[in-house]
């Protein structure tokens, strides 16, 4: 489907007279056709998105997304919502931390990687126990650093 034809099916299938009532409940002020050319838009925003991911793009009350399914099937949709929260932020009474990883066990990682592809390769040619345990020990190495 081209652009045109996917604005004209979401926009068809979109009750543009129910959100315009719920908005004007809300004391906000649209028209029909100001809907209708937001949801054009956000359309046009998803559909030109170079993105590969799910994609949003809201205008005032509305979304428009595109989904892919599968990688077979692509997914569009345009939603009136309004969103309604409650939040609360305070501190914590003790900090935490991420384990950050530095470089030196960065490079003692790959090296370690390494050294076990060497050692399995020397393992199927030869079939040495010396190649079998040092597999071992380098694998419990780096399920400690893990």
């Known amino acids: 489907m081209n652009l045109a034809q996917i604005q004209k099916e979401l926009i068809k299938d979109f009750d543009f007279d129910k959100t315009l009532d719920i908005l ?10 100001d809907l209708i050319e937001n949801a054009k838009n956000l359309i046009k925003m998803t559909y030109t998105s170079r993105e590969m991911d799910d994609v949003f793009f809201y205008a005032a009350y509305l979304v428009a997304s595109r989904a892919y399914i599968k990688g077979r099937e692509v997914h569009y949709s345009l939603n009136f919502s309004i969103d309604i929260q409650s939040n609360v932020e305070f501190d914590l009474k003790e900090t935490f931390s991420h384990r950050i990883v530095s470089e030196k066990e960065f490079i003692l990682r790959e090296e370690l990687a390494n050294l076990l592809e060497i050692n399995k390769v020397k393992y199927e040619d030869e079939k040495d126990e010396f190649s079998q345990t040092n597999i071992s020990k380098i694998e419990e190495i780096l399920k400690i650093l893990d």
């Open 24 to 33: 004007t409940k809300l004391g906000e002020n649209y028209s029909k056709y």
